[in-house]
């Protein structure tokens, strides 16, 4: 398989040697393992499963019983590696680390003990349980209720969209505990797929197979240290979530565009046309022209996204969105660009370019959709440089982005 990366981005002050020594150990991996996803669209679950088993056995889920906090640049750039070899590769690790990365900020001692060795060596597969189907980014709106009982909760109501439902071991829920109106009432739970009252409600089958389902929680019981966190803390424990991986949905982006964008070269280098080549095209050299620049621009949005959060500048949310609208939208031009290319033959049914295509369109949805990261950009510009701007010159004020 090719390099998945760009060797002149990994070469940026963005990255340092580990990271570059990280990307050279994912390719190897994504080699190594391509048996693992070759049949994903006949069974995805059970792909699913052994992805996760084999990427926590080589330690790709060990950041967890760490005590510091994971570097989103390895975890972008295994999103980006992995999405470069196959989509449900790339959905096995992502959801697995999203799911149990907010244990070691806010779970009790206890908890870690109890749920984070599993979820690290992944013998025990992990789900997060927000969107319900009348409240998907509206996260202040969700309705499924828990109401408090002498000796704990019980759950009632449904969530929906809950990637890895049907095979997750552990959920972490938000649920409505009524502390306060709207956010200020959603607490999160910590919810064993064991639990009695908690069902698959339904399969769900989308435009690229995976592990998808909605569920149904009926007079769930639930002990009182089911708790993640504190009750009350489920909206800032799950938008801290969001906040951080929607950065890494735009790495993943960046590993189907760049899949694209070499499927694309070779056919046009290959394919013979008018006494010349595809490529000898000026109107095809200029959509190659036009997917490069929007692959760079990605992958630089992306690579600060991630350092201004390794870095713990105060802002990194506002680049995280940047960064994931900006690459989503760019890589389903480029991957659209790459299907024109390569012409009927781009639309079999399991080529690169076909399986590309359907794989690359939930991105623009996950973790926030397009319009809801342009409504976070929006609110998050900075009107203080206006006022700078309204200054004499020489009155220039340094403003400290910590």
């Known amino acids: 398989m090719a390099f998945p990366f760009d060797d002149e981005i990994l070469a940026l002050p963005f990255y340092e040697d580990r990271h570059r020594t990280l990307a050279e150990e994912i390719t190897a991996w994504t080699a190594e393992h391509a048996g693992l996803w070759a049949d994903a669209e006949a069974d995805p679950e059970k792909t699913e499963l052994g992805i996760i088993r084999a990427l926590g056995e080589d330690g790709w889920f060990a950041y967890l019983n760490e005590s510091e906090a994971p570097d989103f640049r390895s975890l972008c750039l295994r999103r980006e590696g992995l999405a470069y070899a196959d989509d449900l590769a790339d959905y096995a690790f992502s959801i697995q680390a999203l799911a149990a990365t907010p244990l070691p900020r806010h779970a009790s001692a206890a908890q870690r003990e ?9 013998s025990q597969v992990a789900a997060f349980a927000l969107s319900e189907e009348q409240a998907g980014s509206d996260v202040a709106a969700l309705q499924l209720r828990a109401d408090r009982v002498d000796d704990g909760y019980v759950l009632n109501g449904r969530k929906a969209w809950v990637a890895n439902g049907g095979i997750a071991d552990l959920y972490t829920v938000i649920a409505r505990t009524g502390e306060g109106p709207g956010a200020l009432g959603l607490s999160a739970f910590l919810v064993p797929a064991t639990t009695p009252g908690l069902r698959i409600h339904d399969r769900i089958r989308t435009i690229a197979p995976r592990a998808f389902a909605h569920l149904s929680f009926e007079n769930c019981r639930l002990p009182a240290d089911s708790v993640l966190g504190r009750p009350g803390h489920g909206f800032v424990i799950a938008m801290e979530v969001l906040d951080r991986f929607r ?16 499927e694309a070269l070779a056919r046009a280098a290959r394919r013979p046309i008018y006494d010349g080549r595809l490529i000898d095209l000026p109107t095809v050299r200029a959509t190659l022209a036009d997917m490069d620049v929007k692959l760079n621009a990605a992958a630089l949005l992306v ?4 350092w201004e959060l390794d870095n713990g500048r105060r802002r990194f949310t506002r680049h995280s969105s940047i960064a994931k609208l900006y690459a989503t939208e760019s890589a389903q031009e480029i991957v659209d660009a790459a299907v024109q290319i390569h012409g009927a033959a781009g639309l079999v049914a399991d080529a690169p370019t076909e399986r590309l295509y359907r794989q ?3 991105l623009r949805v996950y973790e926030g959709t397009s319009e809801i990261q342009r409504t976070v950009i929006a609110q998050s510009l900075d009107l203080t440089r206006v006022d700078r701007q309204d200054r004499a010159p020489g009155t220039y004020r340094h403003v400290s982005r910590k």
């Open 360 to 362: 690359v369109r939930s």
């Open 303 to 306: 690579a600060r996204a991630a």
């Open 247 to 262: 950065m890494t949905v735009g790495a993943a982006a960046l590993g189907f565009a760049r899949r694209a964008m070499d």
């Open 114 to 122: 109890r749920h984070l060795p599993g979820l690290a060596n992944a």
